[in-house]
């Protein structure tokens, strides 16, 4: 927690203004009732009307200012927790952008949502409490039971039996409900991850007719969380009726008591003095929920912050080597890689290649036979479990993560594509590239027909992860996006999978021309893909297993003779 609220240090000024003038307010309805009473007795008793309108307009001022104060208090009040929370889940995500693929893995994409919204939410809640109500509980507590006191000791003791009966089942309700809120919110990840990847996947869903299922899938998920809520809530619901039962039966105490003492001559207590002892026992009441309700919040908001922690506390990818600058040339080197995902097979094993500036490589195998997770070691979203990656002969681990991105533009598996523009997405790939560059590699992209049929050209808006384009249209632009950037080595992970035969060599004549002299490695299943290449990687099983050109292969390579036969039609030779 203490961490979290080191995000309220900017805002520590209006924090401690909001706090004096919510004070503030407090004081002034604390000296209402009193002023009240003295109305009651010195005017109304005393049949004085001009005290009674002294008084009504001084109880006027005091309201006024108490309504200006908590106006003023709980606008910066507003804006201080508004601010933290902006604040957070900035950093939050500003933190999850450098996380390794282990801690996205373990922590999950839709516990990373979670913490963002739902946990920023609820640790909110100590922001508000610390720039309000921290000073207004104390105020109304000792004020409403000392000025109780001067107006009658012994009607004031009323308290001392009905505060510490509410402070107990305040208590005993948070003993209920905070595991109750506890199981809801560990749901909450549950139900994040079940909603996303059903919507994801709402296409197949419905291709399948599997709506009811998966409706009945998601209602059992959520069913657990509602449950949990409705049992809270139903108990916190108990909560108002009994405070306001104890104001009513604390209330007619008072006037019971007060009556009889008054009427007995007992003490000198007038009707005035009464009604503002009744005022201050619900002061004091109120001021004790608070301070319950506050003491039950806490240890749910210390979850939250304890889970957005995990997040801000990760240790990241990191960069031991920040701050290095170097300018790749384009020749790579492999020295007996092997990486593992942390199962039992290495996902690449004993993998050891060169990679000459320039070249124009392509890398063929079946499915899961590495080649993407080969393409993420020289990326460096992974570093080798063994085994040396060498840029230009300098081994990778001595690189800088800047270097590495500046030196190689990629096209991933699965093109992510972002609400915005054409433009926009374009421009990702070099954010000071002017209309004229971006034309061009749309162009080179075989996007030019695409974008003139769009409204407003480069400006069309395309929907969130591209939702109102087709695969062959995604991949085209983050294929523009990749050549729009100026890199020694441009990867292209299964990036010609959605285009059609010619669609892909005419994009591919263009993108020769345009990145001649640069090192370009074309990952794919597609024998049409690979053949033209400079050098051929044949991949199976993790492994490397021949390389060469496309004839030498043909007359060497089992595997590769085996994946042109199953695509030409042709006979094995
Ligand atoms: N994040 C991951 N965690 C654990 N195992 C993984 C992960 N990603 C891939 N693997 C495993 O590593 C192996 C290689 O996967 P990879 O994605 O590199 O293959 P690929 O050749 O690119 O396959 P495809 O052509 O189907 O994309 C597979 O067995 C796969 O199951």
Redesign the pocket.
Known sequence: MKQILRYLKPYLGKLLAATVLIALSTLCDLLLPTWMSAILNGGIAARDFPAIAVRCLQMLAIAAVSLASILGGTRLSTEVVACFCADLRADVFRKVNTLS?EEF?SLGTAALVTRATHDVDTVSWVASMLSGTVATIPMLFLGGVVLAMRKDVVLSLVLLAFVPLLTLIVVLLGKRVLPLWGKSDDYIDVQNALLRERLRGIRVIRAFNTEKREHGRIADATHIMAENIIRANVSMGLLTPLATLFLNISALLIIYLGGWRMVHGVSGVSAGDIFAIIQYVTMVMNGVIMASFAIIMYPRAQVAAGRIHQVLGAEGMGDPMAGETAELHGEIELQDVSFS?G?SAD?ISHISLHILPGQRISVI?G????????MHLLLGFRAPTQGRILFDGRDAAGLSKHTLRRGISSVL?GAAIYSGTIGENIRMGDPDADDAAVTEAARIAQLSDFIASCEGGLSYEIRQAGKNLSGGQKQRLAIARAIIKDAPIYIFD?SFSALDFLTEKNLRTALNRRIAGRTQIV?T?RITSAMSADCIFV?DG?CLVDSGTHNELLARCRIYREIYASQTGGDLQ
């Open positions: 693929f893995g995902y199962g996902a195998g499915t899961g036979s590495g080649k993407s997770t080969l598996q299964d990952v299943q991949m993790g």
